[in-house]
């Protein structure tokens, strides 16, 4: 099994930035392709980002598209999604997860953390 740990959320101002950490125990980090999710109250779960075990491709939502990154680092069983010019559509809370593939679909990864808090306010 793979553990996944997200944090860094918070609230924050629309125009301002946050980075979000997902640190990953369990199994070797740098065989899995690593996604990021979000989910607001009342709606379902959306696809944010996505970057490969390689770290090439990364995949982005088009409502953020040009506004957030998502990085990986091995060495450390670490990915990153730095978050900048939030909008308060942007508000929920983010998920990490872990499959094969650098997946849109939810439903496609094997592992998931508990998600942390984002609230960007008008």
């Known amino acids: 099994q793979v553990q996944l740990v997200e944090s860094g959320g918070g609230l924050v101002q629309a125009g301002g930035s946050l980075r979000l950490s997902c640190a990953a125990s369990?199994?070797?980090?740098?065989?899995?392709?690593m996604g990021w999710f979000r989910q607001a109250p009342g709606k379902e779960r959306e696809f944010v980002a996505a970057?490969?075990?390689?770290?090439?491709?990364?995949r982005y939502a088009d409502p953020v598209k040009g506004r957030f990154t998502i990085l990986r680092d091995d060495a450390k069983n670490t990915v990153y999604l730095q978050m900048n010019s939030l909008k308060p559509e942007d508000t929920g809370v983010y998920y990490c997860?872990?499959?094969?593939?650098?997946?849109?679909?939810?439903?496609?990864?094997?592992?998931w953390g508990r998600g942390t808090q984002v609230t960007v306010s008008s």
């Open positions: 369990g199994r070797t980090f740098s065989s899995y392709a």
């Open positions: 970057v490969s075990w390689s770290s090439s491709s990364p």
């Open positions: 997860a872990a499959g094969v593939y650098a997946e849109v679909v939810a439903r496609r990864y094997d592992y």
